[in-house]
């Protein structure tokens, strides 16, 4: 006879049973393996090394199918293995023969297929059919294409065979150099035959599988720069599942060194079929990032910010060449962007969830946050280090993976960090890049795999992306309407303000969006002005890379006539030139965007001057009568990215903090950006969306908040057990009437009968509780309180 102890634990054994095999019904599928990434490239050979790579990477091994060595070359799928076991065997059951193989029997009937052509000097990979019918291979080695020679151990095969070298003296000298080596004697003998009847070539032993060591002159010197870098000037890459593709596009722009209008490199623009590329790399990517721990993503961070640090003098001296800033200027972007990473490494405590236990009786409810998917990413020019770096950290310490747009202006800082992001750990697809201007903004605005979109750029673009974009229900976080105003009282510290206008009117040329570029005197402007101008004046304009250079050229020609237009807008309606910077020449880089720091007063709102964002490097001064008039004036322009006021008033400081509609103020300071513990914020034009940049809205916009509410009653064991299901187990009663079972107190606790009767325990005041009996009849509970 079995005890009700007995049954308890077959019953939970049983359960336990379920649920492993329900777990193990929920397994995920096999992960899809991807194709290579589309690309152009110098030579064949690139090509198909760039192939068998991406495809080893993924689990499976690429053949050469057809090859015409000038033209066009054909890559499959070779899946590896012995050829098929063409004898029959019988089944006994039906007398039927059956074909059987072997466990790594040679399938040819993959449809994967990729094909590379030559175009116009150039080798270009485009993809056929991306498709398996197979599982990846969890051990590479244990393909057949492992264990081929390369092309240098053949030639070496030859030359010791020629010698009188026998095939084991022959392996043996081979792993001396490669001890990776798993190819045999039968596949030497294989290649001494081969050679003989010379029906075969070099060539066609040539392997697909990685060179893991190189030593000595077994391999052929080849360069580990890839095409993009070697040509000149370079084109930048796609980021695409972890590997860095020159774009099979033949629309590019050119990127220009504003100084010396030498071009840097060339942007190609992202194909469609490349853009869908990479949506696939981060869609496949997400699953396993999303429940990779928190504390792995923020190693990674941490690396990442220890790599940035290494390589400071690179990132800086890249943007300094691609958009003009001084060097100085430029550092100080990076440490900003720093500060973001820094924040993003303390993931773990900035995205935990609430906890409220016992809301209704035996209740609880809890609030998780889990990353949506794939982000997106669409960067401006001014920053191109900082702006890139508020955006993917965030995100990917959130648990999403991201698709990062570049400005086509700068994007050499977006792929340095790339680069660095993949050496610090950050895994395949997690963060990828693509390129382009308006047809690839839309297609980000458009894919509906894209989630959420943080974008900086100018006013009308922000517009228009805001507009398309949350037509499609993403995410929107939106700054823009970079321009900035500056309330002067009569009793501010004269010095003190001088400094503060000084550097947040013309440092960085005025491309920043925090930049001041319009004063407001309260009282009267003249005494201001002349300081104004005689500091001006002290500046020195010149190319980024010179050591001595306070302010750099502008981003473009295009962008230096836009400044000039306004200023004579201004001129044209009545405002006085104070300062006049526009036909500044620089010795040595005479063709260079250079604008000199500008002043004009008598400003009126009604100008195009103050009502556009002018993004250089140019003050506009104003007279008013009252703060209020003042605060009347900047509030009614359409843009409130920020403002701040010089004054010794608390009064009047307390009235410009409350009354003022910006994100960002400042009180006898200018408008700066807040450290990455708060957000970035902006009003009216200046941003577009309901969660900025950083702080904790940064984290809360790349998270969707789940709630769970749980309850865990106490359930009468020996009737049975809840399964996870939602079904009840029933367990079997014993044959005596009733059991008892012995208590800590030393009291005895009656358990239910299988007669159906009632089931009483002894409460802990001697009163009793009554359950539920197995027969369905009501509950009762007589439990008397103690006073």
């Known amino acids: 006879m079995c005890t009700q102890q007995n049954w308890w634990e077959w019953g939970l054994s049983f359960t336990l049973g379920l649920m492993e095999i329900q777990d193990y019904s929920g397994l995920p599928e096999t992960p899809q393996m991807l194709p290579p990434p589309p690309g152009s490239f110098i030579d064949r050979e690139e090509l198909i090394q760039h192939v068998g790579e991406f495809a080893i990477s993924q689990g499976y091994v690429v053949t050469i199918k057809q090859s015409k060595k000038e033209r066009v070359v054909i890559l499959g799928c070779d899946r590896g293995g012995v050829y098929r076991n063409r004898r029959k065997s019988v089944d006994e059951a039906s007398g039927e023969h059956i074909r059987k193989r072997k466990t790594g029997s040679r399938l040819t009937n993959c449809p994967f297929e990729c094909v590379g052509k030559k175009d116009d000097g150039l080798w270009v990979l485009s993809i056929k059919n991306g498709s398996h019918n197979h599982e990846p291979l969890t051990d590479i080695s244990e393909h057949p294409a492992a264990r081929r020679f390369t092309e240098t151990e053949v030639l070496l095969v030859k030359e010791m065979t020629e010698a009188g070298l026998k095939p084991r003296q022959i392996l043996k000298r081979l792993r001396q150099s490669n001890p990776e080596l798993l190819s045999t004697p039968k596949h030497v003998y294989n290649i001494k035959a081969k050679l003989r009847q010379g029906n075969i070539t070099v060539k066609r032993f040539k392997t697909l599988r990685p060179q893991t060591s190189a030593v000595g002159n ?4 080849s360069t580990s720069e890839p095409s993009w870098r070697q040509r000149y000037p370079p084109r930048v890459p796609n980021l695409i599942g972890g590997r860095f593709v020159d774009s099979q596009s033949s629309a590019s722009v050119d990127v220009i060194n504003p100084a010396t209008q030498q071009v840097v490199s060339q942007v190609p623009f992202t194909t469609t079929e490349e853009f869908k590329a990479a949506i696939f790399a981060a869609k496949r990517a997400f699953p396993s990032w999303r429940n990779t721990l928190v504390t792995t993503r923020q190693r990674i961070m941490f690396k990442l910010q220890e790599l ?35 924040h993003a490494c303390g993931m773990a405590g900035l995205q935990v969830g609430e906890f409220a236990s016992n809301i209704p009786n035996g209740i609880d409810t809890y609030s998780i946050r889990e990353p949506l998917g794939v982000c997106a990413g669409i960067c401006s020019f001014n920053f191109p280090a900082m702006i890139p770096l508020w955006m993917f950290p965030f995100a990917v310490a959130c648990g999403n993976t991201f698709i990062l747009k570049p400005s086509e202006k700068a994007p050499g800082p977006c792929i340095i960090l790339a680069e660095l992001a993949l050496e610090a750990g950050l895994p395949n697809g997690v963060l990828n890049i693509v390129h382009g201007t308006n047809e690839i903004m839309n297609a980000i605005c458009d894919e509906d795999d894209i989630k959420a979109i943080s974008f900086a750029d100018s006013d009308k673009a922000s517009r228009y992306l805001y507009t398309r974009a949350s037509a499609n229900g993403k995410r929107i976080q939106s700054n823009s309407g970079a321009k900035s105003s500056a309330i002067v009282m009569p009793d501010a510290n004269m010095d003190t303000t001088l400094n503060a206008l000084f550097a947040a009117g013309f440092g960085a040329a005025g ?10 005197f309260v009282g009267g402007s003249n005494s201001w002005e002349d300081k104004l101008v005689e500091r001006a004046k002290s500046l020195k304009i010149n190319a980024g890379t010179e050591p001595d250079a306070d302010l750099g050229p502008m981003i473009s020609k295009q962008a230096k006539e836009h400044i000039c237009r306004l200023i004579q807008n201004g001129i044209d309606n009545g405002a006085t030139l104070a300062l006049d910077g526009r036909n500044i020449v620089v010795p040595r880089y005479e ?35 009252s703060l209020d008039d003042a605060l009347n004036i900047v509030n009614r322009n359409k843009c409130g990215n920020g403002a701040s006021i010089f004054t010794a008033s608390i009064a009047a400081a307390r009235k410009f903090q409350t009354e003022i509609v910006a994100g960002q103020v400042g009180i006898n300071v200018p408008v700066a950006a807040p450290l990455p513990f708060f957000s970035f914020t902006g009003s009216k034009a200046s941003f577009a969306g309901d969660l900025n940049f950083s702080g904790k809205a940064g984290v809360e916009f790349y998270t969707q908040v789940k709630t769970v509410t749980q309850q865990w009653k106490d359930f009468d064991i020996s009737n049975g057990m809840c399964l996870e299901n939602g079904g009840f187990l029933e367990f079997p009663n014993s044959y005596e009437p009733q059991q008892t079972l012995p208590t800590s107190d030393g009291s005895e606790q009656t358990l239910a009968n ?20 197995s027969n369905g009849s009501q509950q009762m509970q007589n439990a008397q309180l103690s006073s």
Request: charged residues 25%.
């Open 308 to 342: 940035i640090r290494r390589d400071i003098d690179k990132l800086a001296f890249n943007i300094t060449s691609e958009q003009g800033k001084t060097l100085k200027d430029a550092y100080s972007e990076v440490l900003r962007g720093l500060e973001v990473l820094e």
């Open 754 to 773: 299988s007669d159906g009767s009632q089931q009483s325990l002894p409460t802990s005041d001697g009163s009793q509780q009554t359950f539920p009996n």
């Open 218 to 221: 077994l391999h052929l010197p």
């Open 591 to 625: 063709l260079g965007n250079f604008v000199g720091p500008t002043i004009l007063s008598d400003i009126r709102e009604d100008m195009e001057c103050y009502k556009e964002q002018i993004f250089g490097p140019v003050l506009l001064c104003m007279e008013v009568d």
């Open 511 to 520: 491309q920043r969006c925090m930049a001041i570029n319009t004063v407001l």
